[in-house]
């Protein structure tokens, strides 16, 4: 099994642009996420889903779209970037029977 | 809203020493799941250790333990015999009983642990 995967690891964007950050999981869990970690704060969650069809808003949404049409599935979707959006991007998958979470190898996003 | 609180931003102890990271955290719940991630320099989150708050004796797994006092709110990390690879930041997080099927993690702001030789 591969987890969860992001692409791309890194990526330079200049304000105004847009760009989606792929995020897939082999383990056909339920449940994905999309966090954003600045320093000092921790991970915040932006948006989940608890299955295809069926997103959600998390704690800091605004700026960010996502949809899920497969289980496999959840990208996160910048419709034009600004500098506040300059973080590390984690997306994660739930196992619903153990109830925790892993996490991809994060995506490094700039914006200038 | 549940908060998580780490008060130590930075710690640092020799190799084969014992460290314990602390963590606190605010919630009206009376179920809940606390979990430590480790996040060594390549990025990736690892999960640590998990305590179900429902469960009285602590978690352990290998060198790693927790003191939860669930009357405190209080979950602290247990690192033993420690070695160069805990080199790490260390997030504490909480997780309220999921509710149709979302499992929202609040973390902690994280506390920067480095093992020195």
């Known amino acids: 099994n591969a987890g969860v995967t992001q692409t791309p690891k890194f990526q330079v964007l200049k304000t105004g642009q847009s760009m989606t950050l792929q995020c897939a999981q082999d383990?056909?869990?339920?449940?994905m996420s999309w966090y954003r970690q600045d320093p000092g704060m921790g991970l915040r969650l932006i948006h989940y889903?608890?299955?295809?069809?069926?997103?959600d808003q998390g704690e800091v949404p605004n700026g960010y779209n996502v949809s899920r049409s497969t289980t496999e599935d959840f990208p996160l979707r910048l419709l034009s970037a600004a500098p506040s959006q300059t973080s590390v991007y984690f997306c994660?998958?739930?196992?619903?029977?153990?109830?925790?979470?892993?996490f991809g190898p994060g995506t490094r996003l700039t914006v200038l | 809203a549940q908060t998580v609180t780490q008060s130590q931003p930075e710690m640092s102890v020799q190799e084969a020493e014992t460290v314990t990271l602390s963590c606190t955290y605010d919630?009206?719940?009376?179920?809940?799941?606390l979990f430590w991630y480790k996040q060594p320099p390549s990025r990736q989150m690892i999960l640590v250790i998990r305590?179900?708050?429902?469960?009285?004796q602590n978690a352990t797994e290998n060198r790693f333990s927790v003191n939860f006092q669930k009357a405190a709110k209080s979950f602290s990390l247990k690192i033993s015999d420690s070695q160069l690879g805990d080199t790490a930041m260390y997030f504490c997080?909480?997780?309220?009983?999921?509710?149709?099927?979302?499992?929202?993690?609040?973390f902690g702001q994280g506390t920067r642990l480095t093992i020195n030789p």
């Open positions: 994660a998958s739930g196992s619903q029977r153990y109830n925790e979470q892993f």
């Open positions: 997080a909480f997780m309220k009983p999921p509710f149709q099927g979302a499992q929202k993690l609040v």
């Open positions: 383990m056909n869990h339920e449940y």
């Open positions: 919630t009206s719940e009376n179920n809940y799941y």
């Open positions: 305590q179900e708050a429902y469960k009285q």
């Open positions: 889903s608890v299955g295809a069809g069926i997103t």
